[in-house]
């Protein structure tokens, strides 16, 4: 069964990593992060075929989640080369830069095995704000943290209309489980609280 979760554990073990290695300074991470997406990227590989379900059917593992797990921590492992050679990427907080963007990609693959809102929502909450603060990382921009703020009120509020949204869907639906909500939308489609549940929680997502 861990097989399932393979690269959410990796993923997981990566940022406990950068996080102490930042906390003690260690000077090169950089052959380490490239480890761990190469790492993460084969065992979204090798757990393509993997059928399981976690949390009571909330985190369901199937070919369709591991798809694009394969596809975020592809993403993650470029994402790491590429910083280690960019110039403008601050040198000195290398470490710090990777404890987020392997937070952030912990979030994004949470998302793809989510079947329950309040578990996709997290999985979003989780995936958005360390890239709200990667945004900072770049040397020699004056106003780099006028933008992250914008980004974070932006993605606050956001979230404020997803959760909200939520609310109404649960009241509407009596439950959070998506197998249970899509199939019944056609059947409350005079409901408001369901249709207002809807486009709140779509104005959040998108």
Known sequence: MLNGILPEVIISGAAIFFFISALFEYKNPYP??????????????????????????????????????FLICGSFLLACVIAGKLRQTDQE?????????????????????ATELLTMFIGLEISSYPLFIVASYRKGLGFQFESVAKYMVFGAVSMAFMLYGITYLYGAFGSTFLIDIIPAIPDHLDDSMAVLGVIFFMAGLL
């Open 93 to 113: 907080k290398i470490g710090e830069f990777f404890f987020f963007v392997s937070v952030g990609t912990l979030g994004l693959l949470l998302v793809t095995g």
């Open 32 to 69: 380490w992060a490239i480890g761990f997406g190469i790492t993460a990227t084969l065992a979204s590989l090798l757990s393509l075929h993997a059928q399981h379900g976690f949390f009571h059917g909330a985190f369901q593992v199937d070919s369709f989640s591991r798809f694009f797990s």
